[in-house]
C-alpha cells in the first residue's frame, strides 16, 4: 500500500516539476528576447537622433523585427502555449489512477 501511496505522490511531484520547468524554460526564452529588444530599441533611438536618412529607412526593418520578437513573448506567456508543453491532462489522469488504486487498496484493507 505504501509504494502505491508515494507512486501516487511522485506522479504528483512530477506534475509539479514539469510545470515549474515549463514556466522556466518559457522565461529563459522570454528574457533572451526581451534582452535583444532592448538591443534593438537603441538601435533604434539612435537612429533616429541622427537623423541621417539611411538610419531612419532602416528603422523600419528593426521596428518589424521589434514588433515580431514582442509577438514572441506574447506567445510564449500565454496560457495556451504553457498548456500545449505540459501534457497535464494526461499527468492528472495517472495522478488520479494511482490515487483511485491506493483509495481501493484502502478499502480493501479495512473490508
Not at 507512486?7 to 514539469?18: A, H, P
Not at 514572441?72 to 490515487?99: A, G, H, K, T
Amino acid at each position: 500500500m505504501e509504494g502505491d501511496t508515494s507512486s501516487g505522490l511522485r506522479n504528483g511531484t512530477e506534475i509539479d516539476s514539469k510545470i515549474a520547468q515549463t514556466f522556466h524554460n518559457s522565461f529563459v526564452q522570454v528574457q533572451n528576447i526581451l534582452d535583444q529588444n532592448r538591443v534593438l530599441i537603441n538601435e533604434i533611438n539612435q537612429n533616429h537622433e541622427s537623423k541621417v536618412p539611411d538610419n531612419l529607412s532602416m528603422n523600419v526593418g528593426l521596428i518589424r523585427e521589434l514588433n515580431n520578437t514582442i509577438r514572441r513573448v506574447f506567445d510564449l506567456v500565454s496560457v495556451d502555449s504553457l498548456i500545449e508543453e505540459v501534457p497535464i491532462v494526461e499527468l492528472l489522469n495517472e495522478y488520479v489512477q494511482s490515487c483511485d488504486i491506493v483509495t481501493f487498496n484502502t478499502i480493501q484493507l479495512i473490508q
